[in-house]
């Protein structure tokens, strides 16, 4: 497994040893878990060769603190991607990966402003930012993003469509741990309690994705939800929203053979998760 520090090597090795072969890459900011290895081990097998980048996106952390306090465990992660046959860890700093990039411009078409931007102003700028950049200096052939950040992806998937990108977003699905909580390097500053607290977010919306029907309205789910989920100690629901998969539209009425995404933001104490799950009808 080979590391690589520079956007200079990096861009520089994609454009010769590896130009020929099919690339895959995984985007991650570090503190690797079951989920993220997911990612590399599809990677892997449906590619000659696996990038994995590692870099905490400052431009993402619309709360400093967050930024601050976000896991850093480099050495356990490239363990980790070196038993995965990761075949290259790319680890830039700040100052290289934004020298001369000042981002990249899009019509975010409103996606950046509903659910996480709602909350988090400026996180999806950050997010297009740097993946646009990724792909510029890597030129991956495929990109594996996990459906946990479903809105993410959805936003990464109309960036490539408007940049004209050649690369397949590749949607893998949400890791989760026994209990049902979604997979997030965030759990890592879960205690032990707070981590059984916080299955009970998962065990919601499954509950609902077993008995919802079209006869329901979306506003008495939702009730139902943000009562179940905060009734627990140390639960407060941010917001929840059904939604169509690719629009990401609100959904007022569930309809009969439809498809719809419930996606839930949840603070657990300080730490905030997000979950989604897809219902069909």
Not at 142 to 166: H, R
Not at 196 to 220: C, G
Not at 248 to 259: A, C, D, H, P, T
Request: proline share 4%; glycine share 4%.
């Amino acid at each position: 497994m080979k590391i690589i520090k520079t956007v200079t090597e990096m861009s520089g090795l994609c454009n010769t040893e590896l130009k020929n072969l099919k690339t895959g890459f995984v985007p991650t900011m570090g503190a690797l878990h079951a989920g993220h290895i997911s990612l590399v081990n599809q990677s892997v097998k449906e590619n000659d060769i696996t990038i994995v980048s590692i870099f905490v996106n400052p431009k993402q952390f619309n709360d400093k603190s967050d930024f601050e306090n976000y896991p850093v465990t480099i050495e356990n992660d490239l363990d980790l991607l070196e038993k995965a046959n990761c075949d290259i860890v790319f680890i830039p700093q700040a100052n290289d990966i934004y020298k001369d990039y000042d981002g990249y411009e899009m019509d975010f078409e409103g996606l950046d402003k509903i659910y996480e931007g709602e909350f988090r102003p400026g996180h999806f700028r950050g997010v297009i930012d740097i993946v646009y950049r990724f792909f510029s200096i890597i030129n991956p052939d495929n990109s594996y993003f996990g459906e946990k950040d479903f809105q993410q992806l959805a936003i990464i998937k109309l960036m490539v469509k408007k940049a004209e990108l050649p690369v397949n977003i590749i949607p893998c699905k949400i890791m989760r741990e026994d209990s049902g909580l979604a997979m997030s390097s965030r759990n890592a500053r879960l205690s032990i309690n707070q981590k059984t607290t916080a299955s009970e977010i998962y065990k919601t919306l499954n509950a609902v994705k077993e008995s919802a029907t079209v006869d329901q309205s979306p506003e008495q789910l939702i009730s139902f939800i943000t009562r179940e989920i905060d009734k627990n100690d140390d639960l407060k629901t941010e917001y929840v929203v059904f939604c169509e998969p690719e629009s990401l539209k609100s959904v007022n009425i569930f309809r009969e053979k439809s498809s719809v995404r419930l996606c839930v933001a949840v603070w657990c104490g300080k730490i905030r998760l997000i979950d989604n799950i897809s219902l069909q009808f």
